[in-house]
């Protein structure tokens, strides 16, 4: 018998997962009626130089998959039924407005995400105040960037996740990564850390596992979760007593480095080194190399950031950087590695709860009346600051907010305390949550919308360098699902602003944020689409002629008086001590095989395949203390609800200390058990460090 013969649809695409945002070509073969598919990195990629992680390899799976939602989907005696658009869209805001008439304007939140395109997370901070009149509006960045974006602001007067182009890390002679595993949640831009190592780089790793980044390290620093702030203050106070502080660039660039040395003097090294973890000969040993080194560069990552204290704790990594006086020159800055797809663009635009476009504040008279012009409303109708992210939840179990819409995320799992927060959303009077797939965050709505993939989604997305890049929709969404920013249009219009809301294409929505950002921090006025059809564009970009900033910060930082701020050093305890109910320290994060919530990634068979279930990582000597077994299911515990998890024991991990993945729902959650405590400074939740017991499930 003749088959057909294969015919191939070749479609240039971005990986929809973390922040280097590699390109790829995605070969869609179709032999009779079978698809197959297969993902090809971009060689002419300038991040990712031709590479694909796992996960980029595979993303395309969950986009085929049948569990996609292909209809507006109706809540009915607890059972879905698929209904129209015109009548999801007129159902959604009867509930709005009947919502607000009896409890105000307030009454209703908006929840965004991190792997929103630029236009979508403009638009839905534009929706929330504009159409919804709401100040509560937040996004799930605030348990990723808020740390390292509220430290940068304050440092450096400017947010920008790495100071400097990925191209310079080669030439850096010393590299200090704290917190971050980026062999495992960005993969593919460790061949720059590998070739730095190859030219003689020192790479010096601060992480309590010993993680597959950690095996790139010379120098692995393994300290206790939560003490990253005594590993600074050490290496700090070895580099002033050492002399090897940069004097010259501290008198001419920058303010408070006297008060901070004093303090730093009364400090020991050897009370330091105990309370972290780490000898005091390894510190020493960092300082010298660091201090040495002539280029260089700090990285932080979210082991340094999610935490009660995690603005401080950046705060004293920048100080390193600044008393070294290794910044604004080549191969030496500060970097915070950004984790979700479009976390550094999904903060600048205005779906944080103080923020309004353009890296602009929301309690800024000046920036108010700017994008109060752009939006064509009053100044006096734009809502002031609301409350982060885990605090909408608490507002809704409280019963202050009786509504809210939930873009492109899953708190239910990505929240910390999670039996709360289901608990909290369970109690609104009404729920609409816009995704592909029925994630456990969307299993509670009493309605929910359909929405694009990365295949089928145009719109811009700003990597973790601060590189902004096109992202083209190659397919139609499947079914009546539509583009998001479509979507917001129809409500926002429904609700009564249809000029506001008179997009017709994600370009149209840029083309109004580039106006919005303009002056602001985040300038993207000079990127346009056709510039960006050629090669992404760094910010600060203000005019179309402008080359773009790869490098910040040579000549002056971001504050009125061009110098960057020292911050005293702070000693934390930690928030929640091991005890003796509670006697082991759990910290959590990723892994390679998955992304965020899993929502995405556990639809991907080949991703599932690898990982299929979470594994609790423990010390042997720990497990032989706890009765616990390899491969066994067994029982976590911490004040705030219990997991059920099977254990991987290993020797990679300190004996105080137990890991878990977060990619996991319901049972599996490893957010059941977490700690809720705030940042004061940036409302960062305690997501790296709380105590915990262990039991084997089943008592033998
Ligand atoms: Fe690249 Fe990150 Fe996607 Fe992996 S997950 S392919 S490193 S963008």
């Not at 992480?207 to 050490?234: C, F, S, V, W």
């Not at 050492?242 to 004097?247: I, L, P």
């Not at 928030?575 to 995405?600: C, F, K």
């Amino acid at each position: 018998v003749q088959l057909e013969k294969a015919k191939e649809n070749i479609m240039p695409a971005q990986c929809p997962y973390c922040s280097v945002q590699c390109s790829m070509e995605l070969t869609e073969e179709r032999i009779v009626t079978r698809k197959r598919y297969k993902a090809k990195p971009n060689k002419q990629d300038p991040v990712s130089q031709g590479r694909l992680c796992i996960k980029g390899a595979n993303a395309h799976q969950h986009v085929m998959t049948d569990e996609r939602i292909t209809s507006p989907l109706l809540k009915i005696d607890g059972e879905f039924s698929p209904i129209s658009w015109e009548l999801a869209i007129e159902y959604i805001t009867e509930q709005f407005k009947a919502i607000q008439s009896v409890y105000g304007n307030d009454a209703v939140g908006v929840y965004g995400g991190g792997s929103l395109t630029n236009e979508e997370a403009y638009l839905l901070g534009k929706f929330a105040r504009v159409a919804i009149k709401t100040k509560h509006i937040d996004y799930n960045g605030r348990f990723c960037m808020s740390a390292a974006a509220s430290a940068g602001n304050a440092a450096f007067g400017i947010d920008r996740g790495l100071t400097n182009s990925l191209s310079e890390i080669p030439d850096a002679e010393c590299i200090i990564l704290a917190g971050t595993n980026i062999a495992e949640c960005q993969p593919t831009i460790v061949p720059y850390f590998r070739q730095a190592k190859k030219n003689g780089a020192f790479i010096i790793v601060i992480d309590p596992r010993e993680t597959a980044t950690a095996k790139l390290a010379d120098l692995h620093l393994q300290g206790k979760p939560g003490m990253d702030a005594y590993i600074a203050n050490a290496i700090l106070k070895v580099l002033i007593d050492e002399g090897y502080t940069d004097h010259h660039f501290i008198q001419q660039q920058t303010t408070g480095f006297a008060a901070l040395t004093e303090q730093l003097k009364q400090l020991d090294l050897h009370e330091l080194a105990a309370c972290s973890g780490v000898s005091a000969e390894q510190l020493q040993l960092a300082a010298k190399k660091y201090g040495e080194a002539k280029t260089g560069f700090v990285f932080t990552a979210r082991g340094v950031e999610q935490h009660a204290n995690g603005y401080e704790n950046v705060r004293q990594f920048i100080n390193l950087v600044l008393a070294s006086g290794k910044i604004g020159k080549h191969a030496c800055g500060y970097g915070a590695i950004t984790g979700q797809g479009n976390g550094q663009g999904g903060r600048e635009h205005g779906q944080k709860a103080d923020q309004l476009p353009g890296y602009r504040s929301i309690e800024n008279e000046e920036h108010r009346n700017y994008i109060a012009r752009i939006w064509g409303i009053d100044e006096a109708d734009l809502p002031r600051k609301g409350v982060s992210a885990y605090e909408l939840m608490e507002k809704a179990e409280q019963g202050e907010l009786s509504a809210m819409f939930i873009m492109g995320s899953n708190p239910v799992v990505s929240n910390p305390n999670a039996v709360f927060v289901e608990k909290a959303l369970k109690k609104l009077k009404f729920l609409v949550v816009v995704d592909m797939f029925l994630s456990e965050t969307a299993r509670l709505a009493d309605i929910i919308l359909p929405s694009s993939s990365y295949l089928e989604d145009e719109g811009t997305m700003t990597n973790l360098e601060g590189r902004v890049v096109l992202r083209k929709a190659e397919r139609k969404p499947p079914g009546e699902a539509k583009h998001d920013w479509e979507i917001l249009c129809s409500i926002a219009q429904a609700l009564g602003k249809p000029e506001a809301f008179a997009f017709s294409s994600a370009e149209d929505i840029f083309n109004e944020l580039r106006l919005a950002s303009r002056g602001g921090i985040a300038d993207y006025y000079g990127i346009t689409y056709d510039r960006l059809k050629e090669e992404g564009v760094f910010w600060p970009c203000p005019e179309p002629q402008h080359p773009g900033t790869p490098r910040l910060f040579g000549s002056s930082f971001a504050h009125p008086d061009g110098k960057a701020l020292f911050y005293p050093a702070q000693q934390p305890e930690l928030n929640e001590a091991p005890a003796s109910d509670y006697p082991l320290l759990l910290t959590t994060g990723r892994i390679m095989d998955h992304y965020l919530s899993g929502t995405q990634t556990r639809r991907s068979p080949d991703l599932q395949k690898r990982a299929k279930e979470p594994l609790l990582e423990i010390h042997p000597d720990t497990a032989v203390e706890f009765g616990i077994e390899d491969n066994a299911l067994l029982q976590l515990r911490s004040r705030r609800g219990s997991t059920v998890i099977r254990s991987k024991i290993t020797d990679t991990i300190r004996r105080d200390t137990i890991f878990a993945p977060f990619h996991w729902g319901d049972l599996q959650s490893i957010n059941r058990v977490t700690n809720p405590v705030l940042d004061p400074v940036c409302r960062m939740p305690e997501f790296k460090v709380c105590s915990v017991t262990i039991s084997p499930l089943i008592d033998k």
